[in-house]
């Protein structure tokens, strides 16, 4: 410890034993880098040490890019693997609050429309070649049958557009990982960025696990600043998206994030019976 300097763990105990008990259980994709909360001069910095120096520079070379949208914390050192970044204090958003609700949805509107994008062949994605095999794998574990399976892949195919547009995601967008700040929700998970990333993950992954906010407003919002294209690749990506996420929840032992009617539910059209008033039930 530097002089001066006092260093704390950002995450609670229990979230650092829970990470460690799903090691050992063998479970894939648990995360290995570590996060401090760092006091120095006056001033507090997060510090976050991944598990290599390239993947450090990604996220580094993602703050960079994103700096303008001032939606995350700015890089004050990079040493090796370590990154320090800026601490943004302010309340964390809440699922009980309709305007943090309507503050991350916004997020996702600057973020999707306030940076550069590329288009590509949606066919040569790592996500389009994905999702054969992904829902196999989720037939298999018994998630789905194979009839929704087929329905799911004709789906994927009718929504598919000719190109998608990849850029920077913000691809785990829980409540906990942003901050309200006047309003504005920050993002301050900085591990969570991605580059080249077809555009859309991170609001599929948003509405899914807790962000309600109309999918139709979203669009609307982003429609008239990066126009239709990108807008009409979201619910191609958000199909996907979900069935990957269902494959890596498995694979992560964690079947408490799985909502398997957020993806049989996709693509079908509630038509109504002989105009009679349908009766209300209980919630």
Not at 71 to 98: C, H, M, T, W
Request: aromatic letters at 8%; hydrophobic letters at 40%.
């Amino acid at each position: 410890m530097a002089g001066g300097e006092r260093v704390r763990p950002a995450n609670p105990l229990w979230r650092r034993l829970l990470r460690q008990w799903r090691r050992w259980r063998g479970a894939d994709m648990v995360k290995t880098h570590t996060v401090q909360i760092v006091e120095r001069d006056g001033r507090r910095f997060k510090r976050v040490e991944f598990q290599s120096v390239e993947e450090a520079g990604q996220v580094a070379r993602c703050l960079s890019d994103l700096s303008g949208l001032d939606r995350f914390p700015r890089l004050q050192s990079r040493r090796g693997p370590v990154l320090e970044v800026e601490f943004i204090a302010g309340p964390l958003a809440r699922v009980d609050r309709p305007e943090d609700h309507q503050a991350v949805a916004e997020f996702f509107v600057d973020l999707y429309a306030g940076q550069p994008r590329r288009p590509v062949a949606t066919a040569t994605t790592g996500m389009a070649r994905a999702l054969a095999p992904d829902l196999e794998f989720l037939v298999a574990a018994g998630l789905i049958d194979s009839s929704e399976a087929d329905r799911l892949r004709a789906l994927a195919g009718t929504w598919q557009p000719n190109r998608v547009w990849l850029g920077h995601d913000y691809i785990d967008p829980i409540a906990r990982n942003f901050v309200i700040r006047q309003g504005r929700a920050m993002a301050i998970d900085i591990e969570a960025l991605c580059p080249d990333q077809p555009l859309g993950q991170g609001l599929s992954k948003a509405t899914l696990r807790w962000l309600k906010q109309p999918a139709a407003q979203i669009v609307a919002a982003l429609s008239p600043r990066c126009g239709e294209d990108l807008a009409a690749q979201l619910p191609w990506v958000r199909l996907c998206f979900t069935v990957a996420y269902f494959r890596q929840k498995l694979a992560q032992r964690k079947p408490g994030h799985i909502r398997v009617e957020a993806l049989t539910g996709l693509g079908r059209i509630d038509k109504p019976r002989n105009n009679k008033p349908r009766q209300r039930r209980g919630l």
